[in-house]
């Protein structure tokens, strides 16, 4: 059995270090003086850190907060873009608007997409800081979220943090957008006949995936590739187990 170093408990015990930490953390910035001293401490962006963030959300009236910008008025008409273009047109749709693609046939009383969109580095939810993909340094760690979509937990990584400015939309650009690309389920587990016993534990929000798998954009059966991050439920923790053939993904939820 190959646990690729965490074997002897240390898997649970690094568990159990991270709840120590959250409850740790929630009591430090329930506190106002603590709050006000942190953040005299400093207005570097790289120095601030989850711990100022979760200060700020403590001061925050909303769940969701907008971080640094990326990039503003970006243009995001390039091929590369297709998967996330045609997600903010349904989300769009979705919700009641009409909105078509710049390049694609207008329908009645619709509107042209808008090719301008504002990036940001990253947004608190609930609290914890939520990266896309490519700009967290540990990789994926900071992007990973969860939703449920019909009923069924889906887990998947941040590509972009944006809001988008649609003409005929009121407030369309005071919503946090995620795109999202959606892991894919696999029957696998790590257990002997492929047992699933965390079924017993629903708390724990344990769930398996096929490793380096993700559905095509727009798949049925998965949730919306564009979605408000007030939609999205938590973020999870993923881990690889190594010793399945093919190995797979093992995630576990991260709300509070």
């Not at 998947?156 to 957008?177: A, C, M, N, P, Y």
């Amino acid at each position: 059995l190959n646990t690729n170093g965490w074997g002897g408990g240390q898997l649970e015990v690094s568990m159990m270090r991270e709840f120590h930490r959250a409850v740790q953390l929630e009591g430090m910035v329930s506190e106002h003086a603590f709050i006000q001293l942190l953040f005299g401490e400093s207005r570097d962006r790289e120095a601030l850190g989850t711990v100022q963030d979760a200060a700020n959300h403590a001061r925050a009236p909303s769940r969701v907060l907008a971080g640094t910008f990326a990039e503003k008025s970006a243009r995001f008409d390039e091929p590369k873009h297709d998967a996330m273009r045609l997600g903010i047109v349904n989300y769009y749709n979705q919700h009641g608007a009409k909105v078509h693609l710049p390049l694609g046939i207008p329908g009645a009383n619709t509107e042209a997409l808008d090719s301008f969109v504002n990036f940001y580095d990253y947004a608190l939810l609930d609290g914890r800081r939520l990266t896309f993909t490519n700009y967290s340094r540990r990789g994926a760690a900071s992007s990973l979220i969860q939703v449920h979509f019909n009923g069924e937990p889906h887990a998947g990584e941040i590509r972009h943090l944006f809001r988008h400015r649609q003409q005929g939309i009121l407030d369309s650009e005071k919503t946090v957008l995620a795109f999202i690309e959606w892991l894919v389920p696999t029957l696998d587990t790590p257990m002997e006949n492929n047992d699933f016993p965390w079924h017993d534990f629903p708390e724990l929000g344990v769930e398996t995936w096929a490793r380096g798998q993700y559905a095509a954009p727009n798949e049925a059966g998965f949730p919306p590739q564009v979605l408000p991050l007030a939609d999205i439920q938590c973020q999870v923790a993923r881990g690889v187990v190594g010793y399945c053939i093919p190995p797979i993904w093992i995630t576990t939820t991260m709300d509070r």
